[in-house]
């Protein structure tokens, strides 16, 4: 129905300002066919509603003349009620609007005449390739407006020499003038289309990185209950030789060891942790050797494995005789005797 | 040492409806031997008379009657009860099944008598006796204090069950394969091509499925009502349970880990075995036995997959459930679990035994190579290299020389059959599963640890 009456008011407003129209011609028709072949594709599946009218359009190979001719016919057959709306609104609009559709009929009307044979074949191409695709006419309405839109903000003009060729399918914009009614849905329409993608790309990057962000803040828990690293173990004379101290194991995972390691007197800690799968193994008194419970791997005294699947000894932890006297054992430095750190006088507190 | 019983009332109790079922099971037998009839050819020589079979079994089952009826009526003193396991028996099988090495051997020659004594063994009868006689063993074991601390535990029930049932299936794939190697010595057609009367699946097999899904779902509620699954104390990072052991299917690879590295034992190893498994069917050229059980066409294949299943998979689990205890170490099933059992071990790797260097009695051999402590790596991974050279040969020829040296023996049909990449995807699989019992030979004579050992970066073989 709607588009009836703009083709209608289309050809009224072509021949009304048909003479003023044609001076400007030149510009907007070059421009405005440029964008529309742009447009026409992303917006096709938009505007299905002004797709029904189109076919008549469309399916017409010679461009300006057949859809002039179809839109009389048209016009014929529209109804009152139709009528009075789109008039009015193209009133108000009726400085640009008009004018536009003028220049596009003039440019349209300069092809058709003057145009050369290339240009008409190449206008012939576009209207039949326009008229298979059913979909394509569609397309065009949208691609006026924003033609319409681009002239009257005096956007810099594309390409010339391709925007002649494509020029001839132009006609079909016509429809979409119809209404600024119309106009307005439309860009309802295209905020929606656009708008809400990026409105739910935001909401999901936010929602992302506060999720993120809110892992990252269990790194730093605000309380902790794990025993410190560095704790104080009481003085050597606690930690008689050849004994190993087990009341660290349950809280902190050490032994203390008093005993003698390549000659020299040392209190040094071992890490319970056994060197083969992480285990916790057990010192036995009267077999004087930890021995761990999970796959049978034994250590003498010195943390030195020679039994079971272990490949390397027990790690030592820092230990150091701090200034009041007192054993330090500070759990966050590791020394590895197959990595010869054994001899770092931090591992361990010679006892003269 | 200990101050448990080894009887109890109860334990009494329980044991008289062990022998009650034992009795039932025999009885229903009983009636089946002396509906098919037959004589014992066994009791025929020993006496010179006829005498059915199922007499034989009636007596047998009267007399596990007594037993059941003597169990439950027992009001005496426990202690007083006679009917239990000698403790001379209990010392004997405790020295043998505690070694690893005799284990080891034991379940070695089991399986191979398993295979040699095939068609002995399938005969019903002759299951049947095992069967009782294993049944039998385990309720005299229960005697034993200690034994029921082990098998008794709820976590293990299911162990034995799966003992009988993997037992059974051998069983039943033999008495086919054994019965169809005959039928084609004979020339007939095999069991599978003359008993081929089809059946629908619906109603036969999914009826049956429907059962069984019923069956299994009403032991497993009982089950679960019946014994309470063991909880253990709360974990925590500082204190493992001893012993602490895998889930009892995974206790092979747990037993593997005693004997390689955990990367080894852990990733790779387990890899190899799935992929291992995988590859069979592109592997195996053999079209015998498609479709039907024999054994005689694909001796070769059941032979290699019994052993990686049976002697290294399900005898594993057994030693890691019943045999292992505290400190991972290996008790008797008899044996009472002590926490301060003494095993004597030194582990050395296969390097320190290379180089072992004095200067009057090896002046050949240098002193083992150590990389000075400030070494850059490349300094340090030419010193290591050095120093695991011979484990690296060792390795190597295993893995590469010793393919091709089989494909010129032992298995050159094979080769030829098979083609080149076959062949070695074919031999590698066989070597890696045969890298276990030597692995677990060499630690046990000669306290080997490992053949190629780089702890400094935790790369051990």
Same mark, same amino acid.
């Given at each position: 129905?709607?588009?009836?009456?703009?083709?209608?008011?289309?050809?009224?407003?072509?021949?009304?300002?048909?003479?003023?129209?044609?001076?400007?011609?030149?510009?907007?028709?070059?421009?405005?066919?440029?964008?529309?072949?742009?447009?026409?594709?992303?917006?096709?599946?938009?505007?299905?509603?002004?797709?029904?009218?189109?076919?008549?359009?469309?399916?017409?190979?010679?461009?300006?003349?057949?859809?002039?001719?179809?839109?009389?016919?048209?016009?014929?057959?529209?109804?009152?009620?139709?009528?009075?709306?789109?008039?009015?609104?193209?009133?108000?609009?009726?400085?640009?609007?008009?004018?536009?559709?003028?220049?596009?009929?003039?440019?349209?009307?300069?092809?058709?005449?003057?145009?050369?044979?290339?240009?008409?074949?190449?206008?012939?191409?576009?209207?039949?390739?326009?008229?298979?695709?059913?979909?394509?006419?569609?397309?065009?309405?949208?691609?006026?407006?924003?033609?319409?839109?681009?002239?009257?903000?005096?956007?810099?003009?594309?390409?010339?020499?391709?925007?002649?060729?494509?020029?001839?399918?132009?006609?079909?914009?016509?429809?979409?003038?119809?209404?600024?009614?119309?106009?307005?849905?439309?860009?309802?329409?295209?905020?929606?289309?656009?708008?809400?993608?990026?409105?739910?790309?935001?909401?999901?990057?936010?929602?992302?990185?506060?999720?993120?962000?809110?892992?990252?803040?269990?790194?730093?828990?605000?309380?902790?209950?794990?025993?410190?690293?560095?704790?104080?173990?009481?003085?050597?004379?606690?930690?008689?030789?050849?004994?190993?101290?087990?009341?660290?194991?349950?809280?902190?995972?050490?032994?203390?060891?008093?005993?003698?390691?390549?000659?020299?007197?040392?209190?040094?800690?071992?890490?319970?942790?056994?060197?083969?799968?992480?285990?916790?193994?057990?010192?036995?008194?009267?077999?004087?050797?930890?021995?761990?419970?999970?796959?049978?791997?034994?250590?003498?005294?010195?943390?030195?494995?020679?039994?079971?699947?272990?490949?390397?000894?027990?790690?030592?932890?820092?230990?150091?005789?701090?200034?009041?006297?007192?054993?330090?054992?500070?759990?966050?430095?590791?020394?590895?005797?197959?990595?010869?750190?054994?001899?770092?006088?931090?591992?361990?507190?010679?006892?003269? | 040492?200990?101050?448990?019983?080894?009887?109890?009332?109860?334990?009494?109790?329980?044991?008289?409806?062990?022998?009650?079922?034992?009795?039932?099971?025999?009885?229903?037998?009983?009636?089946?031997?002396?509906?098919?009839?037959?004589?014992?050819?066994?009791?025929?020589?020993?006496?010179?008379?006829?005498?059915?079979?199922?007499?034989?079994?009636?007596?047998?089952?009267?007399?596990?009657?007594?037993?059941?009826?003597?169990?439950?009526?027992?009001?005496?003193?426990?202690?007083?009860?006679?009917?239990?396991?000698?403790?001379?028996?209990?010392?004997?099988?405790?020295?043998?099944?505690?070694?690893?090495?005799?284990?080891?051997? @034991?379940? !070695?020659? #089991?399986? *191979?008598?398993? +295979? $040699? &004594?095939?068609?002995?063994?399938?005969? /019903?009868?002759? %299951?049947?006796?095992?069967?009782?006689?294993?049944?039998?063993?385990?309720?005299?074991?229960?005697?034993?204090?200690?034994?029921?601390?082990?098998?008794?535990?709820?976590?293990?029930?299911?162990?034995?069950?799966?003992?009988?049932?993997?037992?059974?299936?051998?069983?039943?794939?033999?008495?086919?394969?054994?019965?169809?190697?005959?039928?084609?010595?004979?020339?007939?057609?095999?069991?599978?091509?003359?008993?081929?009367?089809?059946?629908?699946?619906?109603?036969?097999?999914?009826?049956?499925?429907?059962?069984?899904?019923?069956? @299994?779902? !009403?032991? #497993?509620? *009982?089950?679960? +009502? $019946? &014994?309470?699954?063991?909880?253990?104390? /709360?974990?925590? %990072?500082?204190?493992?349970?001893?012993?602490?052991?895998?889930?009892?299917?995974?206790?092979?690879?747990?037993?593997?880990?005693?004997?390689?590295?955990?990367?080894?034992?852990?990733?790779?190893?387990?890899?190899?075995?799935?992929?291992?498994?995988?590859?069979?069917?592109?592997?195996?050229?053999?079209?015998?036995?498609?479709?039907?059980?024999?054994?005689?066409?694909?001796?070769?294949?059941?032979?290699?997959?019994?052993?990686?299943?049976?002697?290294?998979?399900?005898?594993?689990?057994?030693?890691?459930?019943?045999?292992?205890?505290?400190?991972?170490?290996?008790?008797?099933?008899?044996?009472?679990?002590?926490?301060?059992?003494?095993?004597?071990?030194?582990?050395?790797?296969?390097?320190?035994?290379?180089?072992?260097?004095?200067?009057?009695?090896?002046?050949?051999?240098?002193?083992?190579?150590?990389?000075?402590?400030?070494?850059?790596?490349?300094?340090?991974?030419?010193?290591?290299?050095?120093?695991?050279?011979?484990?690296?040969?060792?390795?190597?020829?295993?893995?590469?020389?010793?393919?091709?040296?089989?494909?010129?023996?032992?298995?050159?049909?094979?080769?030829?059959?098979?083609?080149?990449?076959?062949?070695?995807?074919?031999?590698?699989?066989?070597?890696?599963?045969?890298?276990?019992?030597?692995?677990?030979?060499?630690?046990?004579?000669?306290?080997?640890?490992?053949?190629?050992?780089?702890?400094?970066?935790?790369?051990?073989?």
């Amino acid at each position: 129905m709607a588009k009836k009456l703009s083709t209608e008011e289309i050809l009224a407003a072509a021949r009304k300002e048909s003479g003023k129209g044609e001076a400007k011609s030149g510009k907007p028709a070059d421009e405005s066919p440029a964008e529309e072949t742009g447009q026409a594709s992303e917006e096709q599946p938009v505007r299905k509603d002004s797709v029904p009218a189109r076919p008549a359009a469309a399916g017409k190979p010679k461009s300006t003349a057949d859809i002039l001719a179809a839109a009389r016919a048209q016009a014929k057959g529209g109804s009152e009620e139709s009528e009075s709306r789109p008039a009015a609104k193209p009133a108000s609009k009726a400085g640009g609007g008009a004018k536009s559709t003028a220049d596009i009929l003039a440019a349209a009307r300069a092809q058709a005449g003057g145009g050369g044979g290339e240009v008409k074949s190449a206008a012939l191409k576009k209207a039949t390739a326009a008229g298979d695709k059913p979909a394509a006419p569609a397309g065009d309405k949208p691609s006026v407006q924003e033609m319409l839109k681009a002239v009257r903000e005096g956007k810099p003009v594309p390409k010339s020499g391709e925007a002649k060729k494509t020029m001839p399918p132009r006609p079909e914009r016509p429809a979409p003038k119809k209404s600024a009614k119309k106009e307005e849905r439309r860009n309802v329409l295209l905020a929606l289309v656009t708008t809400p993608f990026a409105f739910a790309w935001t909401c999901f990057s936010t929602a992302s990185l506060a999720a993120t962000l809110g892992v990252a803040r269990f790194m730093f828990p605000n309380v902790l209950v794990e025993p410190p690293s560095k704790f104080k173990v009481g003085p050597p004379s606690d930690y008689p030789f050849g004994g190993v101290a087990t009341k660290w194991k349950a809280q902190f995972g050490v032994w203390l060891v008093h005993a003698e390691y390549e000659g020299q007197n040392l209190i040094y800690a071992l890490s319970s942790v056994c060197t083969h799968l992480g285990c916790t193994p057990n010192w036995l008194e009267s077999e004087q050797k930890f021995k761990c419970p999970c796959h049978g791997s034994g250590f003498f005294i010195t943390g030195v494995h020679f039994e079971g699947p272990a490949p390397r000894p027990l790690e030592r932890v820092g230990i150091r005789l701090a200034e009041d006297g007192m054993l330090e054992v500070d759990k966050s430095k590791k020394f590895q005797q197959e990595l010869g750190q054994w001899v770092d006088p931090a591992s361990k507190v010679v006892i003269s | 040492m200990h101050s448990h019983p080894d009887l109890t009332s109860s334990v009494i109790q329980g044991l008289g409806a062990f022998y009650l079922v034992l009795f039932l099971m025999n009885a229903i037998y009983t009636y089946f031997s002396f509906k098919k009839g037959g004589h014992s050819k066994f009791l025929e020589r020993l006496t010179g008379q006829e005498i059915p079979a199922a007499a034989m079994w009636a007596l047998y089952s009267a007399f596990l009657l007594m037993i059941a009826v003597a169990h439950l009526t027992s009001t005496s003193s426990p202690n007083a009860f006679l009917f239990k396991l000698p403790e001379w028996v209990k010392y004997y099988v405790d020295v043998i099944v505690a070694d690893p090495v005799s284990f080891s051997v @034991l379940s !070695v020659v #089991l399986f *191979a008598l398993m +295979i $040699l &004594l095939r068609e002995w063994w399938v005969k /019903p009868v002759v %299951a049947w006796i095992l069967l009782n006689v294993s049944v039998i063993a385990l309720g005299l074991s229960m005697t034993d204090w200690d034994f029921r601390q082990i098998v008794g535990k709820p976590d293990n029930v299911p162990i034995v069950a799966m003992l009988f049932i993997v037992g059974f299936f051998t069983w039943l794939y033999f008495r086919r394969a054994i019965e169809n190697d005959k039928r084609i010595d004979e020339g007939r057609d095999v069991f599978e091509k003359e008993d081929n009367e089809k059946i629908l699946v619906w109603p036969d097999l999914v009826y049956t499925e429907l059962m069984c899904m019923v069956i @299994l779902t !009403v032991i #497993l509620v *009982a089950w679960g +009502i $019946l &014994l309470h699954a063991p909880l253990e104390e /709360p974990g925590s %990072a500082v204190k493992t349970p001893n012993p602490s052991k895998a889930p009892w299917y995974f206790l092979g690879l747990q037993e593997m880990l005693v004997y390689y590295d955990p990367w080894l034992a852990g990733v790779v190893f387990p890899s190899v075995i799935l992929v291992g498994l995988m590859a069979i069917p592109y592997i195996d050229f053999n079209k015998g036995g498609n479709g039907y059980y024999s054994f005689k066409e694909r001796w070769f294949a059941i032979s290699t997959f019994l052993f990686g299943f049976l002697p290294l998979w399900v005898a594993m689990i057994i030693l890691g459930t019943f045999l292992r205890g505290p400190n991972w170490n290996m008790f008797g099933p008899f044996e009472y679990w002590d926490v301060h059992k003494l095993e004597v071990l030194y582990n050395v790797n296969l390097s320190e035994y290379f180089w072992l260097y004095s200067p009057e009695w090896t002046p050949w051999v240098g002193a083992m190579p150590v990389a000075p402590p400030d070494a850059s790596l490349p300094q340090q991974a030419r010193i290591i290299f050095l120093r695991e050279a011979p484990g690296f040969i060792a390795v190597i020829v295993y893995l590469a020389v010793l393919p091709p040296l089989m494909a010129m023996t032992l298995f050159r049909t094979y080769f030829l059959r098979m083609g080149f990449l076959r062949f070695m995807v074919f031999s590698n699989l066989l070597l890696m599963m045969l890298a276990l019992p030597i692995k677990m030979v060499l630690r046990w004579a000669f306290n080997l640890k490992y053949i190629i050992a780089i702890p400094e970066w935790f790369i051990n073989v």
